[in-house]
């Protein structure tokens, strides 16, 4: 169970968490803290929000720093540093994955990073959106935080939190180069033994999704991705996904109103600004 926030963490929460744990309920705190101000970041306690990294840290309730939004107000070195100094010291990763850009909300993000406001950008089928001066910082941020992994997939993170090898197919793949992941957990994918999978697997996982009209899909096993001609939704390709341990790779349907991600083979767009 994940639990995403930037609000202050209190104590009848942390000892609901703990009281889970306890249970085995493997609960993780994605604490998501990007150096935005006030100005940005209305109504949220910024000193609060980074208290909840040392609190939780000392209740040894596990930590995966969420680095987003970025975008052009808080790219520069000195504010990168200055929240990854403090997130590195406390959280088991962090997963940065730059600007979102869900359909519809084109012109909001516009409003507060200009740049955007370009219709030729393909922002809402794009990965993420990242501004050049971050994404020029990133390869070079392990210099300063070797021992602190970064990621671009929260798959991949979860992964490394929980001790357990890829299972979306991500190892090995330019989405899993551009990682700063740790030795162990880039050995630990790499000896993984993946669950045998073949074209009635997948079609029977379809039938116990309930999708009306069972699709065409092309199963290449080597690579180990499913190709489904025509739609599906990102629920139904995240639980196979997860289930079987194979790429999807789908449409997005006509009312998804979720944002794209590097699983689906969507790709960055880098902006200068």
């Known amino acids: 169970m994940c639990l995403i926030t930037k609000c202050a963490v209190t ?33 949220i306690d910024h000193e609060a929000l980074r208290a909840n990294f040392p609190r939780l840290s000392e209740h040894g309730i596990p930590v995966i720093h969420y680095w987003r939004p970025l975008i052009h ?14 997130a590195a010291r406390y959280s088991t990763c962090s997963v940065a994955v ?45 210099l300063r935080y070797p021992d602190h992994p970064i990621y671009q997939t929260n798959s991949c993170a979860l992964a ?22 740790p030795v162990s957990q880039r050995e630990r994918c790499a000896t993984a033994s993946p669950p045998s999978v073949n074209a009635d697997a997948i079609r029977n996982q379809l039938v116990w999704l309930g999708v009306p009209t069972l699709p065409v899909f092309d199963w290449d096993a080597t690579t180990r991705t499913v190709t489904i001609q025509g739609a599906l939704s990102l629920r139904d390709r995240s639980n196979i996904a997860q289930r079987l341990g194979i790429a999807v790779q789908a449409a997005r349907g006509s009312n998804e109103q979720y944002w794209s991600g590097r699983l689906e083979g969507r790709q960055p767009i880098i902006v200068d600004s």
């Not at 609901?16 to 935005?36: D, K, M, N, T």
């Not at 107000?73 to 403090?86: F, K, R």
């Open 73 to 86: 107000a808080n790219a520069a070195p000195e504010t990168i540093t200055h929240v990854l100094d403090w």
């Open 98 to 142: 730059g600007l979102k850009v869900k359909r519809g909300s084109r012109q909001q993000m516009a409003d507060l990073w200009p740049a955007l406001s370009d219709e030729n950008l393909p922002l809402e089928s794009a990965d993420a959106v990242w501004p050049r001066e971050t994404w020029d910082l990133l390869d070079t941020l392990p």
């Open 11 to 43: 104590q009848d929460v942390i000892d609901a968490i703990l009281a889970a744990r306890a249970a085995g309920i493997p609960v993780i705190v994605y604490l998501s803290y990007s150096g935005l101000g006030p100005d940005i970041e209305r109504g």
């Open 160 to 181: 490394h939190v929980l001790a357990r090898p890829d299972n979306h197919n991500v190892h090995a793949t330019p989405t899993c180069t551009a990682n700063h992941c």
